[in-house]
């Protein structure tokens, strides 16, 4: 299930997030996975600069991420122009 959906272009991407603890850090770290519509290729993943101790409040402040915000990441991600 998409958590948000971005559009880049004519493609429409679903953006699913997710929580991730590295060995040794008591912080959670947010990544974000993007999945082009309608085509078969992998997601995309990418990490977002938001750590929380807790997962509810990563998850919390996920939520103040904007369309435009996740547009640029993909558009990083993807190497391309947008």
């Given at each position: 299930?998409?958590?948000?959906v971005?559009e880049?272009?004519?493609?429409?991407?679903?953006?699913?997030?997710a929580a991730?603890?590295?060995?040794?850090?008591?912080?959670?770290?947010l990544?974000?996975?993007?999945?082009?519509?309608?085509?078969?290729?992998?997601?995309?993943?990418?990490?977002?600069?938001?750590?929380?101790?807790?997962?509810?409040s990563?998850?919390?402040?996920?939520?103040?991420?904007?369309?435009d915000e996740?547009?640029?990441?993909?558009?990083?991600?993807?190497?391309?122009?947008?």
């Open positions: 299930m998409a958590w948000r971005v880049l272009g004519a493609q429409r991407w679903n953006v699913s997030i991730e603890r590295q060995a040794h850090s008591a912080l959670w770290s990544v974000l996975a993007f999945r082009a519509l309608g085509e078969g290729r992998p997601a995309i993943w990418a990490p977002y600069p938001i750590e929380s101790a807790s997962k509810a990563l998850f919390s402040r996920a939520e103040s991420i904007g369309d996740l547009a640029a990441l993909l558009v990083q991600q993807l190497g391309t122009a947008p």
